[in-house]
Nanobody
């Protein structure tokens, strides 16, 4: 089981920006570069929802609710995935989790979650 360490959460006013980072500290560069990386978010009492995904080839997909505002990116050499969040809204408040879907049936690792709060 690998370890993903998230950072960058916090409190921000509506319209503000945050950048989340997720480092795969125990993953090799090879495995990381071949992994599909995702960001999810969850609010109390609701399911964890997919926010953004980036493939091995850096193709990206986004939830409709964040398209045009959020950007997922990866740095394979640093074994890190990012989520740049701009134009934050109240409804973006949630705990954000990163996941690493590893190749060769090695499974999926999850981060511990980081709180993002949008409040005036």
């Amino acid at each position: 089981q690998g370890q993903l360490v998230e950072s960058g959460g916090g409190m921000v006013q509506p319209g503000g920006s945050l950048r989340l980072s997720c480092a795969a500290s125990t993953s090799s560069v090879k495995i990381f570069s071949e992994s599909i990386l995702e960001w999810y978010r969850q609010v109390p009492g609701k399911e964890r929802d997919l926010v953004a995904r980036i493939s091995r080839g850096s193709s990206t997909n986004y939830a409709d609710s964040v398209k045009g505002r959020f950007t997922i990116s990866r740095n394979n050499a640093l074994r890190t995935v990012y989520l740049q969040m701009n134009g934050l809204k109240f409804e973006d408040t949630a705990v954000y989790y990163c996941s690493q879907n590893k190749p060769y049936a090695l499974g999926t690792d999850w981060g511990q979650g980081t709180q993002v709060t949008v409040s005036s």
